[in-house]
């Protein structure tokens, strides 16, 4: 069972440019959703989706899209890479019941330059 | 909204010892709590979560309470282990979907050989 697996581990952008974090799962959740995470910002939900075609804004979604075809896969678009994005970006994923525990993903260290 | 804070920041304590970490938030009106523990490089591993109705959960030489009234929660880790060592995050769920989840900043817990 590999649970939430993430692509790429490792990447650095140029500013401007644009690229799509992967995430895919196998334990057919409802949910899954993004979060960066910052030195002194802890974790931050940037989008998050509750079944295929169902997507919504979370605290800091500027400068990302999302979208949801399939339950298993919810890819990250970054637009237009901005120095501010520079982060560790992890992908989660729960049954919707409440009190479902979280399941991560090992994440996305980027550099934008 | 939500505050969750996670005191202390940073611990460590020689190997054998018992060792609490704490989590309070500001709003009672809460779902369930989830302790997660994080490796250096590593995504976020569910450790425990208490629903609302519960006053704590038990896995080996973890234990969790939660005073929902007071607004704390308290991960008790019995004869540490340097396999301990790792950042501990608390993440309240006032939402109800795993939307709803605010994360502590986390202790950086080192438990000395």
């Known amino acids: 069972n590999a649970g939430v697996t993430q692509t790429p581990k490792f990447q650095v952008l140029k500013t401007g440019q644009s690229m799509t974090l992967q995430c895919a799962q196998d334990?057919?959740?409802?949910?899954m959703s993004w979060y960066r995470q910052d030195p002194g910002m802890g974790l931050r939900l940037i989008h998050y989706s509750v079944g295929a075609g169902i997507t919504d804004q979370g605290e800091v979604p500027n400068g990302y899209n999302v979208s949801r075809s399939t339950t298993e896969d919810f890819p990250l678009r970054l637009l237009s890479a901005a120095p501010s994005q520079t982060s560790v970006y992890f992908c989660?994923?729960?049954?919707?019941?409440?009190?479902?525990?979280?399941?991560f993903g090992n994440g996305t260290r980027l550099t934008v330059t | 909204k939500q505050e969750v804070t996670q005191i202390p920041a940073a611990l460590s304590v020689p190997e054998g010892e018992n060792l609490v970490l704490n989590c309070s938030f500001t709003?009672?009106?809460?779902?369930?709590l989830q302790w997660f523990r994080q490796d250096p490089g590593k995504g976020l591993t569910s450790l425990l979560l208490?629903?609302?109705?519960?006053r704590e959960q038990t896995s080996g030489r973890l234990n969790a309470s939660l005073d929902k009234s007071s607004g704390r929660s308290t991960l008790y880790i019995a004869a540490s282990q340097p396999g301990d060592s790792a950042t501990y995050l608390c993440?309240?769920?006032?939402?109800?979907?795993?939307?709803?989840?605010?994360f502590g900043k986390g202790t950086h817990l080192i438990i000395q050989p």
């Open positions: 334990m057919n959740h409802e949910y």
């Open positions: 989660a994923s729960s049954y919707w019941e409440k009190g479902s525990p979280l399941h």
């Open positions: 709003d009672s009106a809460i779902y369930n």
């Open positions: 993440a309240v769920n006032s939402g109800g979907g795993a939307d709803g989840l605010t």
């Open positions: 208490i629903q609302s109705s519960q």
